[in-house]
């Protein structure tokens, strides 16, 4: 396209994309960039709104900051909040309280601040789950892996840093229990405490310290690491869902300008929208209500976010153990639900493409998604990850069941307890079944076409039921699953019986490779899957007949009367079924 | 070279979503190998103009939102109700504002992505991609590249440079770390902040007073069965000097009264009472992560913590009867003073709150 085509404002574009391209050299990489292609789904969303819900933080946040005073001196409320005059509270919170009733929005920005922040949180552990179960962190994506797990938990300290900061009775309480986790670590807890706290418990420091943590140093890091997590997926192209025409070697979708451009900034709008509209007119932590920290008063069935959730249920469900070392203390009924079980949870899943990786013997590149189904083992392990979380977060509402319920307390405990351990147990056990007869069905699939549901009766009287062919897309998606088989154990010595040096571990990978594998169902081999089809073509065509016959003798409904079209001699119908004119 | 491999698509022939065929663009992606279905915004014009009417709707309605958004900025009172269907009462400046600029936003989204889904193309086109790894000449280029630093820098050949950089390069960040140290500033008087925990403002003689009210006690207004929330009577004066509920937070009590023969056993030692008349004061911070509890069943003499649910029996020393926490409610030792108002005996004897490494050391 010549200049001269181009309206006013486009030259003004161009030429502005020429001095920047002058001085940088942009118009290069815009010129590999701007139409790189992304392949659509549902589930590949998950991330986008958890990227969109940060900016909405982002903005409401910095908008909050225009009026929040992080102080913990004391002021006396003075405010519109009648029930609330008189009472001695901190300047966090009287400030909070001025930012909800009197600044005319400011409701509104807090709460469309905690909105986003929990949609941010949500969103991301479901995105997680989605990049799970779909295999998309195995190579070479396990570095943006480790980076989104880092953000997972980056995430959890922004949300409980922000929540924390109202000085309300609420917060405060989180706090108290946040200081009492400090205290038990060993060795330097008091210290770390006293340090964090600027001495003892509350103290008049830890608002102000929060608050820079909370608005520079956690956005920071979260900043940088989706920079690195969006560069890392741009780089390494975006995985695929297995379907027609969709390889390892190719994306298959739309380009970003301009299709995927207005669909995902579209997305960007209609997230920070609907975030807006329920914040809007669904209330969310209404501080005024919890009244201002004292350390010595708290209200029954307080809940943390939800985020928060499990961390507090494992407190709760951690048996009462405490060990004396040498006249020392340590607290593991504090210290294993909320640090040691948070620390192996996130390494858990920050490690895990290494050791599928290991275990599995696998060290391709990994572009097309992989079918839940097809990796039982993943796919129960992560369901089994699921459950125990579950379970912790059932547990941090335990107080509300009981009461719901009329169950008592101490009934929920130890069901929860033996809950968190043997429904994780049954979960796997399940999970992987269900992966393995699913898996079953898409050989029958190949093998046999697809079940339509339809019953024929032969003129000797036999009953079938009608096959039909898969379509493309089925046929491809089934056809994408890979032929997985466990690694075998190695020879313990070679042929001069010279022992193995690698024997040890290489039995150890056997078994695991066996664990992932060992179940697969095969996949039909192209040989059976050409005589299958074969067979299958052969089928429909001795269907045809009996169907169109059938379709004939079926009862069509002309306007006023049922009736059955005649049939004529060779047992095809004579006429076609009529529109109503036949009478 | 186009990383894209868009060079060799230039040019090519190919098929269209309208069946004909045409050139390839440069820079445009070949379309893919899969069934393609028109949509009604392709093949007739008047949905197509439809559409275009829609798009443009939706953006006019959300500057007339924008409109509307100041409107009810400026005209909706701070204080207005309004009811709204499965929601109830709420603040209608929140909710109109919420509403007008939540559609405002949310309408450019819905019409950009109406514009992409029936007006922008939806064929979909094909890319390849590359392995990650690099060609092998280029590792081989880093490697030598490394090499001749290594070489020109001496590196390796100095290993005294190496081995001190590396030494003052661990030590460099021990400043930043020590200056942190007074981010508590240590009173003269206080040696270390277990000693700090250990000690509340309880002393011999201390009056109790209600928590809220500050009036003192008398031990007759305490009904068998009742429950009071305390504090020391010195608690406010003192809250007043240091400015903060640091205090608070490790001297409030409450206090329960039973019928003596209620009373399985206390923390006193043997041959001492620690009650007065059935009168028991123990410390209301959780030992388990310091949440104040004040639930109390009066008929199993249980004490619940709302935040992690431990109960602790009163009448038996407040030991731990379920929940995690592992060590009992610290009891205060209480009496009345001459003009019969509830006094402390002394401090408590063990920690009050969660527990630290160094609790039960002396």
Known sequence: MSTEQLSGIERTGAGAATYVDERVGSNSWLSRNLNKVFPDHWSFMLGEIALYSFIVVLLSGVYLTLFF??????????????????????????????????????????????????????????????????????????????????????????????????????????????????????????????????????????????????????????????????MMVWTQKHTQFPGPARTNNNVVGYPLMPVYMAKAGGFFFLVFGLITMIAGIVQINPIWIFGPYTPDQVSAGTQPDWYIGWLDGALRLMPPVEWSIFGYTLSLNVLVPAAIIPGLVFTAAAIYPWLEAWATGDKREHHLLERPRNAPTRTALGVMAITFYTVLWIAGGNDIIAVGFDLSINF???????????????????????????????????????????????????????????????????????????????????????????????????????????????????????????????????????????????????????????????????????????? | MSE?????????????????????????????????????????????????????????????????????????????????????????????????????????????????????????????????????????????????????????KYPIIRRTLIGAMALVPIPFVVSLRDLWLQPADVTTPSAELKTTLWRPGTRLVTDITYQPIKAEEVPVGGLVNAVPADLVEVEEEEGNLNARAKAAVIVVRMTPEEIQSQQAPDGENWDYEGLLCFSKICTHVGCPISLYQQRTHLLLCPCHQSMFDLADSANVVFGPAYRRMPQLPITVDDEGYLVAVSDFAEPVGPSFWEVNKS
């Open chain 1, 69 to 230: 005073k992080p102080s913990m001196v004391e002021v006396i409320y003075d405010g519109p909040y009648v029930p609330l005059k008189g009472v001695k509270m901190s300047e966090a919170y009287d400030s909070a309280l001025a930012i909800s009733f009197e600044v005319r929005g400011g409701l509104l920005m807090r709460q469309i601040h905690h909105w986003s922040a929990l949609f941010f949180t949500v969103a991301i552990a479901v995105h997680m789950f989605r990049v799970f179960f779909t295999g998309a962190f195995r190579k070479p994506r396990e570095l943006n892996w480790v980076v989104g797990v880092t953000l997972a938990a980056t995430a959890l300290l922004a949300g409980f840093s922000g929540y924390s900061l109202p000085d309300d009775l609420l917060s405060g309480t989180g706090l108290r229990i946040a200081e009492g986790i400090v205290l038990s670590v060993p060795i330097v807890g008091t210290w770390a405490s006293f340090l964090l706290f600027g001495g003892e418990f509350p103290s008049t420091d830890f608002i102000s310290r929060l608050y820079g943590i909370h608005i520079l140093l956690i956005p920071g890091i979260i900043l940088a690491l989706v920079t690195v997590h969006l």
């Open chain 1, 412 to 583: 929920m405990i130890w069901l929860l307890r033996i809950s968190l351990i043997a429904l994780p147990a049954i979960a796997f056990w399940l999970t992987r079944r269900i992966c393995l007869s699913l898996q079953r069905r898409d050989r029958e699939k190949l093998l046999h076409g697809r079940e339509t549901g339809r019953i024929l009766r032969l003129p000797h009287g036999e009953f079938i039921e009608v096959h039909a062919p898969l379509n493309d897309t089925e046929r491809a998606v089934i056809e994408a699953k890979p032929d997985s088989k466990p690694i075998p154990i190695p020879p313990e010595t070679d042929s001069s019986g010279v022992r193995n040096p690698k024997y040890r571990s290489g039995r150890v990978r056997a078994r695991l490779s066996r664990f992932f594998y060992g179940d697969t169902i095969e996949k039909p081999t192209a040989d059976q899957i050409g005589h299958a089809d074969e067979h299958l073509s052969d089928d429909v065509e001795f269907e045809k007949p009996l169907l169109e016959r059938e379709a004939a003798a079926t009862v069509v409904h002309d306007g006023s009367v049922l009736h059955k079209p005649s049939l004529g001699e060779d047992g095809h119908p004579s006429e076609a079924p009529d529109s109503g004119d036949g009478r």
């Open chain 2, 4 to 156: 894209d491999g868009m060079d060799n698509t230039t040019g090519q022939e190919i098929a269209t979503s309208g069946g004909t065929t045409t050139e390839l663009q440069p820079g445009q992606h070949p379309p893919a190998d899969v069934a393609h279905h028109l949509r009604r915004t392709d093949s007739d014009p008047r949905a197509q103009a439809r559409a275009v009417r829609q798009v443009a709707a939706m953006f006019m309605l959300s500057a007339v939102m924008v409109v509307l958004f100041i409107v009810a900025f400026v005209a909706i009172p701070r204080d207005a109700v309004v009811s709204l269907p499965y929601i109830g009462p709420i603040g209608a400046l929140n909710a109109a504002m919420g509403i007008t600029f939540g559609l405002a936003i949310f309408l450019i989204g819905a019409g950009a992505v109406h514009w992409a889904k029936k007006l922008m193309t939806d064929v979909e086109v094909v890319e390849e991609r590359h392995p990650m790894k690099s060609p092998a000449e280029d590792t081989a280029l880093v490697a030598d590249i490394y090499e001749v630093g290594k070489e020109e820098s001496a590196f390796a």
